[in-house]
C-alpha cells in the first residue's frame, strides 16, 4: 500500500528537528565491541532543524545545518552535536520566524512582503562537512563554505577562498581528492548571460586556484562531479532552471527549486576537463541523472566513471516525496559505469541491480582505480532502506549487511584498517536511524565480510536523518 500524507513512511520521524545542542562524555549503550584500532572523530552533517518558530520549511534540502561529532578512541565514543552559526540561522532564531527564502520554501508572507525581502535563497551549510588543513568546512553547493573548528564545532565563519569565491558565487558540497597527489578540487556554478561552471583547484592556506571555466549549454543542476588522475568530469543531466522563473524566484513568486524543471527528450550533457591545460571537451549521452559520483579513473585511453543513474525522471521529485512521507514517485538509481572516450564516445554499462546511493569508496583510490563501491539502498516504494551495499566492480556483484526491520541507513564511510593493505580491509561506518523507537545509533560493519555487526553505538535519542559526513582517523 503507497504511503501518504495520512499514512506516512515509517522514516518521517526520522527527519524530526533536534533542537538541543548535546555533549556525551560517553555513549554508555554499546552492542558488540568496538574495533581496537577505529581511532578517530566520525564528522555528519544535514538538516538538523526544518522549522523556525513553529513555520515548518517545504523542502529537506531546506533545514539548518547541524554537525554531529562521534569521537572513538579503541574503547569509548563520545558525542558532540552543534548547529552552524550562519547569519541567516542567527538571524531567524533571535527573531523565531522565518525571515529569508530557502531552495525549496519561498520566503515568509504575502506577494508584496516576499518581493521587497526576496533575493538569492540563505546558505543553511547542511550537505557536506570535509576536513581542509586544519579546518572542517561546511558546505552547501549554493554559496560560499563555512569555516568550523574541528574539536569544538563551532563556527569560525564564512570563507571566500582569500577572494576567490565573490559574493554570490558558488562552491559545490562535493570536493574531490586526488589520493596519489594530495591535490583537492571542487567546483562552483556562476550565473550570468550564460551560465558557466568554476572549476578550482584548493591551495594551501585555504586558498583556491581556477582551473578552468566550462561555458555551459543550459543552467543545470549539478550537483557532484568526478576526478580522475588527468581529467575533470562533469555529468549533466537535463535538469535545468527556467531563466523566466527564476527572475520571478528574486521576487517571491517561486522557490529556487520551482525554477527546475525536467526535460526527458534531451541527452545528459558531459563535460571534459583537462585537468593540466583546462581544455575542455564535450559530449552526450542517454538521458538520465547523475546525482552522486563513486570514483573517476583512467584506463586504455577512455575516462571511467562510477555514479548513481536515475533513468526515470527528476530524482529530486523523489526527495519532495519524501520529506512529504509519501512514497517516492521517481524509480531509485542503479549504480552504473560510463566509459568516455577520447572521441567522444561514451558507454555505459549497470555495475548492479539493487537500488543505492550515495556511494563511497576507499579513499586511498581516489581518482584511480578502485574494485569496490559502497552505498546505502534505497528500495522501492520506500525513502531508504535498512540495508548497506557493497558492490565489487570486477564481479559486478554486489552484497548487503541488514540492520534489521524499521532501520534506515545513512551514507556508509569507509575507515581504512590501520596497517591494512587490501582495498576492502577496513570497516564501514554508518548512522543508523531505528523507526521503532525512534533512536538514532552508529552501525560498525567489517567490510570485508559484510557479516553480523561489529558494534552499534546506540544513543539515547535520534539524530535527524542527514546527508554525508567523512571519518578523520586520529595521527
Known amino acids: 500500500m503507497p504511503f501518504t500524507e495520512s499514512n506516512p513512511g515509517p522514516w518521517l520521524r526520522g527527519m524530526e528537528a533536534l533542537h538541543e545542542e548535546r555533549d556525551l562524555a560517553a555513549i554508555e549503550r554499546i552492542e558488540g565491541t568496538l574495533p581496537a584500532d577505529l581511532r578517530g572523530t566520525l564528522y555528519r552533517i544535514g538538516p538538523g532543524k526544518h522549522d523556525v518558530g513553529g513555520h515548518r520549511f517545504d523542502h529537506w534540502f531546506d533545514g539548518d545545518g547541524m554537525i554531529v561529532a562521534y569521537r572513538f578512541d579503541g574503547e569509548r565514543v563520545t558525542f558532540?552535536?552543534?548547529?552552524?552559526?550562519?547569519?541567516?540561522?542567527?538571524?531567524?532564531?533571535?527573531?523565531?520566524?522565518?525571515l529569508y527564502p530557502n531552495f525549496g520554501t519561498r520566503g515568509p508572507g504575502g506577494y508584496f512582503r516576499r518581493a521587497m525581502r526576496h533575493g538569492a535563497p540563505k546558505n543553511p551549510a547542511n550537505t557536506n562537512i570535509v576536513r581542509v588543513e586544519d579546518r572542517l568546512l561546511a558546505l552547501w553547493e549554493g554559496g560560499r563554505p563555512f569555516q568550523i573548528d574541528p574539536d569544538t564545532l563551532a563556527t569560525i565563519g564564512e570563507s571566500d577562498l582569500h577572494g576567490a569565491l565573490p559574493r554570490g558565487a558558488s562552491f559545490s558540497a562535493h570536493p574531490h581528492l586526488d589520493a596519489a597527489t594530495g591535490e583537492l578540487f571542487n567546483i562552483g556554478l556562476v550565473m550570468g548571460g550564460r551560465p558557466s561552471l568554476h572549476v578550482w583547484k584548493m591551495e594551501p592556506g585555504l586558498c583556491a586556484k581556477t582551473v578552468a571555466r566550462i561555458r555551459l549549454k543550459r543552467p543545470f543542476l549539478i550537483h557532484d562531479f568526478a576526478v580522475s588522475a588527468g581529467h575533470i568530469v562533469i555529468l549533466a543531466g537535463p535538469l535545468y532552471m527556467s531563466m523566466a522563473r527564476l527572475a520571478g524566484s528574486l521576487v517571491g513568486l517561486y522557490s529556487m527549486a520551482d525554477c527546475f524543471s525536467?526535460?526527458?527528450?534531451?541527452?545528459?550533457?558531459?563535460?571534459?576537463?583537462?585537468?593540466?591545460?583546462?581544455?575542455?571537451?564535450?559530449?552526450?549521452?542517454?538521458?538520465?541523472?547523475?546525482?552522486?559520483?563513486a570514483n573517476a579513473f583512467e584506463a586504455d585511453g577512455d575516462v571511467v566513471v562510477d555514479a548513481v543513474l536515475y533513468t526515470g525522471g527528476n530524482p529530486f521529485d523523489s526527495v519532495s516525496d519524501g520529506f512529504r512521507g509519501i512514497t517516492p514517485r521517481t524509480p531509485p538509481g542503479i549504480l552504473t559505469r560510463?566509459?568516455?572516450?577520447?572521441?567522444?564516445?561514451?558507454?555505459?554499462?549497470?555495475?548492479?541491480?539493487?537500488?543505492?546511493?550515495?556511494?563511497r569508496i576507499n579513499e586511498s583510490r581516489s581518482a584511480h582505480p578502485h574494485r569496490y563501491v559502497?552505498?546505502?539502498?534505497?528500495?522501492?516504494g520506500?525513502?531508504?532502506?535498512?540495508?548497506?551495499?557493497?558492490?565489487?566492480?570486477?564481479?559486478q556483484r554486489t552484497e548487503?549487511?541488514?540492520f534489521g526491520e524499521g532501520c534506515f541507513v545513512g551514507e556508509p564511510v569507509f575507515v581504512p584498517r590501520p596497517g591494512g593493505s587490501a582495498e576492502d580491509d577496513g570497516w564501514l561506518v554508518t548512522v543508523v536511524y531505528d523507526s521503532r523507537d525512534h533512536h538514532s545509533f552508529v552501525g560498525i560493519v567489517d567490510a570485508r565480510s559484510m557479516g553480523s555487526d561489529l558494534a552499534r553505538v546506540h544513543l539515547p535519542f535520534h539524530t535527524p536523518l542527514g546527508f554525508h559526513g567523512n571519518f578523520c582517523a586520529t595521527p
Open 374 to 380: 559502497y552505498g546505502a539502498e534505497f528500495a522501492a
Open 80 to 98: 558532540r552535536n552543534r548547529y552552524v552559526r550562519t547569519p541567516w540561522y542567527d538571524d531567524e532564531q533571535r527573531a523565531g520566524r522565518p
Open 382 to 395: 520506500l525513502f531508504g532502506s535498512s540495508r548497506i551495499l557493497k558492490t565489487d566492480t570486477h564481479a
Open 338 to 359: 560510463f566509459r568516455i572516450g577520447a572521441n567522444g564516445q561514451t558507454r555505459s554499462e549497470c555495475l548492479g541491480d539493487t537500488p543505492t546511493d550515495f556511494p
Open 400 to 402: 548487503s549487511h541488514d
Open 262 to 293: 525536467w526535460h526527458a527528450e534531451e541527452s545528459m550533457r558531459i563535460y571534459v576537463v583537462d585537468r593540466h591545460s583546462g581544455a575542455v571537451r564535450e559530449c552526450e549521452t542517454d538521458c538520465g541523472m547523475v546525482v552522486h559520483i
